[in-house]
């Protein structure tokens, strides 16, 4: 049973830093990629970055040089450093995992895509 809790949101003042943080918490055979999405109000969900299993990160062209995203496969946790905060970051800040689960013979048994709570990030004078 798989839980994606994310903490680390809040109140910021334009170029201050944030750190997000999700942890998976249960029994995890395969954690692939992991990632954050954001949402403003009344705007769509959008990708913010995407780290692999093995470290390779990617970020989108409006984080760029500011976000930095990371990971801790032992932890099972996925980081979100947040640099020169703007106010179009303000939004939900959503964390997910692309999970597999292995069955006892090694096959797969399932194969899906995990969303933490979300956290609220709101960058504001």
């Known amino acids: 049973q798989v839980q994606l809790v994310e903490s680390g949101g809040g109140l910021v003042q334009p170029g201050r830093s944030l750190r997000l943080s999700c942890a998976a918490s249960g029994t995890i055979f395969n954690l692939n990629d992991m990632g954050w999405y954001r949402q403003a109000p009344g705007n769509e969900r959008e990708w913010v970055a995407t780290?692999?299993?093995?470290?390779?990160?990617s970020v989108a062209d409006s984080v760029k040089g500011r976000f930095t995203i990371s990971r801790d496969n032992v932890r099972k946790t996925v980081y979100l450093q947040m640099n020169s905060l703007k106010s179009g970051d303000t939004g939900v800040y959503y964390c997910?995992?692309?999970?597999?689960?292995?069955?006892?013979?090694?096959?797969?048994?399932?194969?899906?895509?995990?969303w933490g709570q979300g956290t609220q990030v709101t960058v504001s004078s």
């Open positions: 780290v692999s299993s093995g470290g390779v990160s």
């Open positions: 997910v995992a692309d999970l597999t689960f292995l069955g006892p013979l090694g096959e797969i048994v399932a194969q899906k895509d995990y």
